[in-house]
């Protein structure tokens, strides 16, 4: 004779019959879903706490960690940081001619590179060079290049520099004609650094990045020449201001036709 059972009701019998598999599972409940999924919270939030610690700081915790896997997170953490000492290739500002475009620039596979089309003359392009050599040693995973306006592109306009391109696997991900939308006269460390995290080529919580790291930051301008600038302009001009529009594209400039910063010969 054939029993009738309410699957959904809870007893041992139901429980016997799924054993067996007579019967399907009975289905969690909402209440059970939200306390699994609190539960599953709660341990990410657990295994998570080491996140971002630096290895002395992971020392300072083997009071109150487990041994074992205080020890296995430290491990963990010593092989990120050898991986990215390996990824870690360049480590300086590169000086290059046209010729070596290609090459140095739109050829290289999974790295990014940080291109300064520049003009000694001109003041944001200093700032932006005095920038590089400051950041390239903090970000050796990425490739800093500086090359003339005028030696990368025939008759590039002086009014174009500095322009900031950002390629990875030969693609221009942003570009910045002067440091306008930056900073301009103004530009910091921190404002370059921004530029990183809103390309995610540094996360956020990144330790080297200065906002992170409590140190003090450095406008990394040329106080003199910031002052001959202000002295020159007598408090007229703006700081962080010019007269280029943020809108221009290079692009869409007459001197890109001839010369697709993407396709150097």
Excluded at 65 to 76: G, Q, W
Excluded at 112 to 134: A, D, G, T
């Amino acid at each position: 004779m054939q029993v009738q059972v309410d699957p959904n009701e809870d007893t041992e019998w139901n429980d016997i019959l799924r054993e067996k598999g007579i019967i399907p599972q009975r289905p969690k409940s909402p209440t059970e879903d939200i306390e699994d999924a609190i539960d599953q919270a709660i341990k990410q939030q657990h295994q998570n706490r080491l996140e971002n610690k630096t290895l002395d700081e992971l020392d300072e915790l083997e009071d109150i960690e487990d041994d074992a896997f205080l020890n296995s997170y430290k491990i963990k953490r010593i092989n990120e940081l050898n991986s990215l000492l390996v990824s870690s290739n360049f480590g300086q500002v590169y000086h290059i001619s046209r010729p070596e475009y290609k090459s140095e620039i739109t050829e290289l596979k999974n790295v990014c590179v940080l291109v300064h089309l520049s003009l000694s003359s001109n003041l944001q392009s200093r700032i932006l060079s005095n920038l590089f050599e400051k950041i390239a040693p903090i970000f050796a995973e990425l490739k800093f290049v500086e090359i003339l306006g005028k030696r990368a592109i025939e008759n590039y306009p002086d009014s174009n520099c500095p322009t900031l391109l950002i390629y990875y696997n030969g693609d221009v991900l942003k570009q910045y004609i002067t440091l306008f939308e930056l900073g301009g006269n103004s530009t910091n460390l921190q404002d370059l650094e921004k530029v990183l995290v809103n390309l995610k080529l540094v996360k956020e919580n990144d330790k080297r990045l200065s906002i992170n790291n409590n140190s003090d930051i450095d406008d990394d301008n040329d106080d003199d020449d910031n002052d001959a600038y202000n002295r020159n302009h007598n408090g007229n001009t703006r700081l962080g201001r010019t007269n280029i529009s943020s809108n221009r594209n290079i692009r869409s400039s007459k001197y890109n036709s001839d010369s697709d910063f993407s396709d150097y010969d």
